[in-house]
């Protein structure tokens, strides 16, 4: 059933709330095939796999970056990549036709991701993050991924991902 939670107790909401209330109302109202799994507060994407019982390369780890294009100008993007991966910065650089390239700070990846490190989602509800995903963590039939909370995580058909968050798809990763 979707919407389902894993266990009888629900863990207790964080200052995320909001923001986790909206994304399961999205995932409910576009009849997304989802289950919630609860597991204690953890947002380090191997340790909270193990916790939830899958293979860290269907972990949708998200990471917010700044690409400098021209002088002035800056883009966020919200690279998610399998949780075995590494982002790869100049693949994120070349795409955008950027000039320079970095993580973003702690600071300007919670204000455009809406939420604290380790709880960001592979979603953007801020017009100034595009989402870029990479085709390896869509080979998977489902995706994992804390629900902008570090006790309670969602997994979602990996196809239900692709048509709500229409990410921009591009190779941004190295090896693991």
């Known amino acids: 059933m979707s919407g389902e939670v894993n266990g009888g107790v629900a863990a207790p909401e964080s200052l995320d709330g909001g923001l986790y209330e909206r994304l399961v109302a999205d995932l409910e109202a576009a009849g997304a095939r989802y289950?919630?799994?609860d597991h204690p507060p953890e947002g380090r994407t191997e340790v909270v796999s193990a916790l939830r019982g899958h293979d860290v390369a269907h972990a949708a780890k998200c990471l917010v970056v700044m690409v400098k294009v021209g002088k002035k100008q800056s883009r966020y993007v919200l690279a998610v990549?399998?949780?075995?991966?590494?982002?790869?910065?100049?693949?994120?650089?070349?795409?955008?036709?950027?000039?320079?390239?970095?993580?973003?700070?702690?600071?300007?990846?919670?204000?455009?991701?809406?939420?604290?490190?380790?709880?960001?989602?592979?979603?953007?509800?801020?017009?100034?993050?595009?989402?870029?995903?990479?085709?390896?963590?869509?080979?998977?039939?489902?995706?994992?991924?804390?629900?902008?909370?570090?006790?309670?995580?969602?997994?979602?058909?990996?196809?239900?991902?692709?048509?709500l968050a229409a990410p921009r798809v591009a190779p941004i990763t190295t090896a693991p």
């Open 81 to 163: 990549v399998p949780g075995d991966a590494r982002l790869d910065l100049q693949a994120v650089k070349a795409l955008l036709e950027g000039t320079y390239v970095a993580f973003a700070d702690r600071a300007k990846a919670e204000e455009l991701a809406g939420g604290v490190s380790g709880t960001v989602l592979p979603f953007s509800y801020h017009p100034k993050l595009e989402v870029i995903a990479d085709p390896a963590l869509l080979r998977v039939p489902e995706l994992f991924f804390n629900a902008a909370r570090l006790d309670r995580s969602i997994a979602l058909a990996t196809d239900d991902y692709v048509k």
């Open 35 to 37: 289950r919630l799994i």
